[in-house]
């Protein structure tokens, strides 16, 4: 998928497409297993449907890229 394909997935369409209920989706965010949602306005937030995505192909995996990724942003080596 390239930049201009990816766009932001609101709750319902992460359900949907996840399979998994909205209260799963938060505790999974809580646990550092799923993406965490972004802000996109005022009182609106959204996910990455490239974030999403890359979780789906590989979910049980998920958990140790966000804390390889977490760990390089605090160490100031960031991929974003």
Known sequence: MNEH????LRMG???RKTG???AAIY?????GTFPPQIPIGARAVGWRL???LEWMESPKDYHAKC??????????ISKM
């Open 5 to 8: 394909e990816d766009r932001f």
């Open 13 to 15: 369409d992460v359900t």
């Open 20 to 22: 998994r209920s909205r």
């Open 27 to 31: 505790r999974m965010i809580a646990e």
């Open 50 to 52: 490239s974030s999403v």
């Open 67 to 76: 804390g390889k990724n977490l760990q390089q942003s605090a160490n100031g």
